[in-house]
Protein backbone atom coordinates (compact mmCIF):
# COMPACT_ATOMS: atom_id res chain seq x y z
CA UNK A 1 0.00 0.00 0.00
CA UNK A 2 1.47 3.50 -1.18
CA UNK A 3 0.60 6.99 0.45
CA UNK A 4 2.57 9.93 1.05
CA UNK A 5 3.73 8.17 4.44
CA UNK A 6 5.04 5.72 3.16
CA UNK A 7 6.75 7.45 0.70
CA UNK A 8 7.86 10.01 2.77
CA UNK A 9 10.00 7.72 5.51
CA UNK A 10 10.41 4.69 2.83
CA UNK A 11 8.68 2.41 4.53
CA UNK A 12 6.56 -0.53 3.07
CA UNK A 13 2.87 -0.05 5.02
CA UNK A 14 1.38 3.28 6.26
CA UNK A 15 1.66 2.04 10.21
CA UNK A 16 3.97 4.17 13.22
CA UNK A 17 4.76 3.19 15.89
CA UNK A 18 4.17 6.18 18.54
CA UNK A 19 6.65 6.89 21.33
CA UNK A 20 6.42 5.52 24.79
CA UNK A 21 8.50 6.25 27.62
CA UNK A 22 10.36 2.76 28.77
CA UNK A 23 8.39 1.26 25.60
CA UNK A 24 9.99 2.34 22.50
CA UNK A 25 13.40 0.82 22.66
CA UNK A 26 15.18 -0.87 19.88
CA UNK A 27 13.31 -4.57 20.38
CA UNK A 28 10.15 -2.84 19.55
CA UNK A 29 11.12 0.18 16.72
CA UNK A 30 13.49 -2.95 14.64
CA UNK A 31 10.62 -5.29 15.10
CA UNK A 32 8.08 -2.60 13.87
CA UNK A 33 10.55 -1.75 10.93
CA UNK A 34 11.34 -5.02 9.75
CA UNK A 35 8.01 -5.77 9.76
CA UNK A 36 7.43 -2.80 7.28
CA UNK A 37 6.38 0.00 9.49
CA UNK A 38 8.41 2.58 11.24
CA UNK A 39 9.85 1.99 14.26
CA UNK A 40 10.65 4.80 16.60
CA UNK A 41 12.87 5.00 19.29
CA UNK A 42 11.72 7.08 22.92
CA UNK A 43 14.68 9.57 23.10
CA UNK A 44 13.73 10.59 26.66
CA UNK A 45 13.54 7.07 27.86
CA UNK A 46 17.43 7.02 27.39
CA UNK A 47 18.49 9.55 30.49
CA UNK A 48 21.77 10.49 28.49
CA UNK A 49 22.53 11.55 24.86
CA UNK A 50 25.42 9.70 25.63
CA UNK A 51 22.98 6.48 25.93
CA UNK A 52 20.31 7.64 23.05
CA UNK A 53 23.68 7.12 20.84
CA UNK A 54 24.12 3.44 22.40
CA UNK A 55 20.45 2.52 22.28
CA UNK A 56 20.41 3.58 18.02
CA UNK A 57 23.41 1.88 17.64
CA UNK A 58 21.58 -1.28 19.25
CA UNK A 59 18.65 -0.55 16.72
CA UNK A 60 21.38 -0.61 14.25
CA UNK A 61 22.35 -4.06 14.78
CA UNK A 62 18.84 -5.36 14.80
CA UNK A 63 17.43 -3.42 11.36
CA UNK A 64 18.25 -2.18 8.18
CA UNK A 65 15.09 -0.41 7.71
CA UNK A 66 14.39 3.09 8.50
CA UNK A 67 13.70 4.29 12.18
CA UNK A 68 12.88 7.47 13.67
CA UNK A 69 13.49 8.42 17.38
CA UNK A 70 10.80 10.66 19.47
CA UNK A 71 11.32 13.81 21.11
CA UNK A 72 8.93 15.12 23.11
CA UNK A 73 9.47 18.85 24.60
CA UNK A 74 7.61 19.24 27.31
CA UNK A 75 7.76 21.34 30.49
CA UNK A 76 10.13 20.41 33.67
CA UNK A 77 12.26 21.44 36.30
CA UNK A 78 15.59 20.93 34.36
CA UNK A 79 15.36 20.91 30.61
CA UNK A 80 16.95 18.03 28.86
CA UNK A 81 19.98 18.31 26.17
CA UNK A 82 17.82 19.14 23.45
CA UNK A 83 20.98 20.00 21.41
CA UNK A 84 23.04 17.10 22.66
CA UNK A 85 20.07 14.60 21.54
CA UNK A 86 19.45 15.92 18.40
CA UNK A 87 23.65 15.58 17.43
CA UNK A 88 23.57 12.22 18.76
CA UNK A 89 19.98 11.16 16.33
CA UNK A 90 22.04 12.99 13.36
CA UNK A 91 25.67 11.27 14.39
CA UNK A 92 23.74 7.90 14.63
CA UNK A 93 22.95 8.04 11.13
CA UNK A 94 18.79 8.20 11.96
CA UNK A 95 16.49 10.86 9.53
CA UNK A 96 13.41 10.69 11.03
CA UNK A 97 12.12 12.64 14.10
CA UNK A 98 8.70 12.36 15.88
CA UNK A 99 8.68 15.30 18.27
CA UNK A 100 5.46 15.98 21.10
CA UNK A 101 4.30 18.21 23.45
CA UNK A 102 5.26 21.74 22.97
CA UNK A 103 6.12 23.56 19.36
CA UNK A 104 9.35 22.12 17.91
CA UNK A 105 9.82 25.49 16.86
CA UNK A 106 13.08 26.67 18.79
CA UNK A 107 14.81 23.20 17.37
CA UNK A 108 13.96 23.27 13.77
CA UNK A 109 17.00 25.33 12.15
CA UNK A 110 19.26 22.30 13.73
CA UNK A 111 16.93 19.08 12.97
CA UNK A 112 16.97 20.37 9.17
CA UNK A 113 19.94 21.47 8.99
CA UNK A 114 21.16 17.67 10.16
CA UNK A 115 18.85 16.50 7.17
CA UNK A 116 15.78 15.49 9.77
CA UNK A 117 12.06 14.58 8.24
CA UNK A 118 9.95 15.68 11.00
CA UNK A 119 6.90 14.58 11.88
CA UNK A 120 5.11 16.60 15.10
CA UNK A 121 1.91 14.98 17.04
CA UNK A 122 -0.22 17.23 17.62
CA UNK A 123 -4.22 16.98 19.30
CA UNK A 124 -5.84 20.22 17.55
CA UNK A 125 -5.64 20.78 14.01
CA UNK A 126 -4.44 24.62 14.50
CA UNK A 127 -1.33 22.97 15.96
CA UNK A 128 -1.20 21.35 13.39
CA UNK A 129 -1.09 24.05 11.48
CA UNK A 130 1.17 25.69 13.38
CA UNK A 131 3.95 22.67 13.13
CA UNK A 132 3.50 22.94 8.74
CA UNK A 133 3.81 26.15 9.06
CA UNK A 134 6.97 25.63 10.87
CA UNK A 135 8.28 23.63 8.41
CA UNK A 136 7.54 19.97 9.81
CA UNK A 137 6.99 17.03 6.97
CA UNK A 138 4.49 15.43 8.18
CA UNK A 139 1.90 15.44 11.39
CA UNK A 140 0.10 12.93 13.88
CA UNK A 141 -3.40 14.37 14.79
CA UNK A 142 -4.29 12.75 17.99
CA UNK A 143 -7.81 11.89 18.76
CA UNK A 144 -9.19 12.23 22.17
CA UNK A 145 -8.99 8.65 22.20
CA UNK A 146 -5.70 8.42 23.02
CA UNK A 147 -3.35 7.12 25.41
CA UNK A 148 -1.06 9.64 27.24
CA UNK A 149 -1.98 13.32 26.52
CA UNK A 150 -5.27 14.16 24.34
CA UNK A 151 -5.35 18.08 24.56
CA UNK A 152 -7.72 20.31 25.69
CA UNK A 153 -10.27 20.25 23.07
CA UNK A 154 -11.86 16.71 23.60
CA UNK A 155 -12.18 15.89 19.73
CA UNK A 156 -12.48 12.62 18.71
CA UNK A 157 -11.14 11.17 15.60
CA UNK A 158 -14.43 11.16 12.84
CA UNK A 159 -14.63 14.59 13.30
CA UNK A 160 -10.45 15.74 13.94
CA UNK A 161 -9.31 13.25 11.27
CA UNK A 162 -11.54 14.89 8.63
CA UNK A 163 -11.19 18.72 9.84
CA UNK A 164 -7.58 17.74 9.13
CA UNK A 165 -7.64 16.51 6.16
CA UNK A 166 -9.64 19.78 4.50
CA UNK A 167 -7.07 21.94 6.15
CA UNK A 168 -3.44 20.62 6.18
CA UNK A 169 -1.14 20.45 2.68
CA UNK A 170 1.44 17.75 4.22
CA UNK A 171 0.04 14.61 5.12
CA UNK A 172 -0.64 13.20 8.30
CA UNK A 173 -1.47 9.77 10.26
CA UNK A 174 -4.54 9.04 12.75
CA UNK A 175 -3.44 8.80 16.07
CA UNK A 176 -5.80 7.14 18.95
CA UNK A 177 -7.89 4.07 18.81
CA UNK A 178 -5.94 2.41 15.60
CA UNK A 179 -5.72 -1.25 16.59
CA UNK A 180 -6.54 -3.21 13.09
CA UNK A 181 -7.47 -3.35 9.56
CA UNK A 182 -10.98 -1.55 9.91
CA UNK A 183 -8.53 1.12 11.96
CA UNK A 184 -6.59 2.13 8.73
CA UNK A 185 -9.05 1.53 6.47
CA UNK A 186 -11.44 4.31 8.84
CA UNK A 187 -7.94 6.44 9.00
CA UNK A 188 -7.71 6.07 4.97
CA UNK A 189 -11.10 7.51 4.14
CA UNK A 190 -11.21 10.01 6.53
CA UNK A 191 -8.21 11.91 4.94
CA UNK A 192 -5.21 10.35 6.60
CA UNK A 193 -2.52 8.68 5.08
CA UNK A 194 -1.46 6.38 7.33
CA UNK A 195 -2.38 5.12 11.28
CA UNK A 196 0.00 5.77 14.49
CA UNK A 197 -0.43 3.18 16.85
CA UNK A 198 1.10 3.13 20.59
CA UNK A 199 -0.81 1.21 23.17
CA UNK A 200 -1.08 -1.46 20.56
CA UNK A 201 2.26 -2.20 20.00
CA UNK A 202 2.40 -2.40 23.45
CA UNK A 203 0.81 -5.16 23.61
CA UNK A 204 3.12 -7.48 20.83
CA UNK A 205 5.86 -10.08 22.17
CA UNK A 206 8.80 -7.67 21.37
CA UNK A 207 7.57 -4.96 23.53
CA UNK A 208 10.14 -4.89 25.99
CA UNK A 209 7.92 -4.57 29.41
CA UNK A 210 6.84 -6.97 32.13
CA UNK A 211 4.26 -9.42 31.57
CA UNK A 212 2.22 -8.13 34.02
CA UNK A 213 1.34 -5.25 32.05
CA UNK A 214 0.28 -7.06 28.73
CA UNK A 215 -1.54 -9.11 30.72
CA UNK A 216 -3.40 -5.79 32.18
CA UNK A 217 -4.40 -4.61 28.66
CA UNK A 218 -5.57 -8.35 27.63
CA UNK A 219 -8.00 -7.86 30.74
CA UNK A 220 -8.85 -4.57 30.46
CA UNK A 221 -11.76 -3.04 28.46
CA UNK A 222 -12.47 0.28 26.51
CA UNK A 223 -13.98 1.66 30.04
CA UNK A 224 -11.26 1.14 32.35
CA UNK A 225 -9.15 4.55 31.40
CA UNK A 226 -9.71 7.68 33.34
CA UNK A 227 -8.67 11.20 32.54
CA UNK A 228 -6.38 12.97 34.67
CA UNK A 229 -4.79 16.31 35.91
CA UNK A 230 -7.60 17.81 33.87
CA UNK A 231 -7.54 21.18 36.61
CA UNK A 232 -3.51 21.20 35.16
CA UNK A 233 -4.63 21.22 31.88
CA UNK A 234 -2.25 18.43 31.54
CA UNK A 235 -4.97 15.62 30.88
CA UNK A 236 -3.58 12.91 30.38
CA UNK A 237 -5.28 9.48 29.38
CA UNK A 238 -4.20 6.53 31.79
CA UNK A 239 -5.32 2.83 32.64
CA UNK A 240 -7.13 2.61 35.73
CA UNK A 241 -5.89 0.95 38.96
CA UNK A 242 -5.75 1.64 42.61
CA UNK A 243 -3.19 4.45 42.71
CA UNK A 244 -5.59 6.38 39.71
CA UNK A 245 -8.31 6.27 41.85
CA UNK A 246 -6.55 7.72 44.66
CA UNK A 247 -5.04 10.37 42.40
CA UNK A 248 -8.57 10.95 41.28
CA UNK A 249 -10.03 11.47 45.02
CA UNK A 250 -7.18 13.94 45.76
CA UNK A 251 -8.22 15.81 42.28
CA UNK A 252 -11.71 16.22 43.66
CA UNK A 253 -10.90 17.31 47.51
CA UNK A 254 -8.09 19.57 46.10
CA UNK A 255 -10.70 21.22 43.48
CA UNK A 256 -9.08 24.10 41.15
CA UNK A 257 -6.30 24.52 44.32
CA UNK A 258 -4.65 20.99 42.90
CA UNK A 259 -0.93 21.30 42.31
CA UNK A 260 1.09 18.67 40.85
CA UNK A 261 2.84 18.43 44.15
CA UNK A 262 -0.32 17.23 45.35
CA UNK A 263 -0.04 13.71 43.10
CA UNK A 264 3.43 13.81 43.14
CA UNK A 265 3.20 10.01 44.76
CA UNK A 266 0.98 8.86 41.89
CA UNK A 267 2.68 10.16 38.87
CA UNK A 268 6.71 10.34 39.75
CA UNK A 269 8.91 7.89 39.10
CA UNK A 270 5.77 5.56 37.91
CA UNK A 271 7.20 4.25 34.51
CA UNK A 272 10.25 1.83 35.62
CA UNK A 273 8.31 0.66 38.14
CA UNK A 274 5.60 -0.57 35.65
CA UNK A 275 7.44 -1.19 32.90
CA UNK A 276 10.29 -3.02 34.31
CA UNK A 277 8.86 -4.26 37.60
CA UNK A 278 5.61 -5.06 36.84
CA UNK A 279 4.15 -3.08 39.71
CA UNK A 280 0.57 -2.50 37.96
CA UNK A 281 -0.79 0.34 40.81
CA UNK A 282 2.31 1.82 41.08
CA UNK A 283 0.55 5.18 39.64
CA UNK A 284 -0.51 6.82 36.78
CA UNK A 285 0.17 5.34 33.07
CA UNK A 286 -0.77 6.30 29.49
CA UNK A 287 -3.64 4.20 28.00
CA UNK A 288 -5.59 4.45 25.20
CA UNK A 289 -9.08 3.14 24.91
CA UNK A 290 -8.08 1.08 21.93
CA UNK A 291 -7.46 -1.17 24.95
CA UNK A 292 -10.48 -2.68 24.70
CA UNK A 293 -9.68 -3.99 21.09
CA UNK A 294 -6.85 -5.87 21.78
CA UNK A 295 -7.41 -9.79 22.74
CA UNK A 296 -3.82 -11.11 22.11
CA UNK A 297 -0.20 -10.65 22.19
CA UNK A 298 1.30 -11.58 18.82
CA UNK A 299 4.48 -10.81 17.25
CA UNK A 300 4.81 -7.70 15.62
CA UNK A 301 5.20 -9.17 12.40
CA UNK A 302 2.14 -10.81 12.49
CA UNK A 303 0.14 -7.79 13.76
CA UNK A 304 0.77 -5.84 10.71
CA UNK A 305 0.77 -8.84 8.38
CA UNK A 306 -2.78 -9.52 9.66
CA UNK A 307 -3.45 -5.53 9.91
CA UNK A 308 -2.69 -4.98 6.51
CA UNK A 309 -4.84 -8.19 5.14
CA UNK A 310 -7.61 -6.98 7.21
CA UNK A 311 -7.40 -3.80 5.29
CA UNK A 312 -6.96 -5.21 2.19
CA UNK A 313 -10.28 -7.27 2.24
CA UNK A 314 -12.50 -4.78 3.91
CA UNK A 315 -11.13 -2.69 0.36
CA UNK A 316 -11.52 -5.07 -2.30
CA UNK A 317 -14.45 -6.91 -0.96
CA UNK A 318 -16.69 -5.16 2.03
CA UNK A 319 -16.36 -1.58 0.40
CA UNK A 320 -16.21 -2.23 -3.53
CA UNK A 321 -18.87 -4.85 -3.08
CA UNK A 322 -21.17 -2.34 -1.55
CA UNK A 323 -21.05 -0.51 -5.00
CA UNK A 324 -21.53 -3.00 -6.66
CA UNK A 325 -24.94 -4.80 -4.72
CA UNK A 326 -28.23 -4.47 -6.01
CA UNK A 327 -30.40 -1.91 -4.16
CA UNK A 328 -32.82 -3.46 -1.69
CA UNK A 329 -36.55 -3.19 -1.95
Not at 13 to 42: C, D, K, R, W, Y
Not at 49 to 60: F, K, Q
Not at 312 to 324: H, V
Request: aromatic share 4%; net charge negative; with cysteine.
Amino acid sequence: MRTRITQLFGIEHPIMQGGMHFVGLAELAAAVSNAGGLGVITGLTQRTPELLAREIARCRDMTDRPFGVNLTFLPTFSTPPYPEYIQAIAEGGVRIVETAGRSPEAYMPALKEAGMTVIHKCTSVRHALKAESIGCDAVSVDGFECGGHPGEDDIPNMILQPIAADRLRIPFVASGGMADGRSLVAALALGAEGINMGTRFLATLEAPVHANVKQALLEATETDTRLIMRSLRNTERVLNNANVARLIEIERERGDSLTIADIHDQVAGVYPKVMIDGNMDAGAWSCGMVVGLIHDIPAVAVLIERIMAEASTLIRERLIGLLDSEPTQ
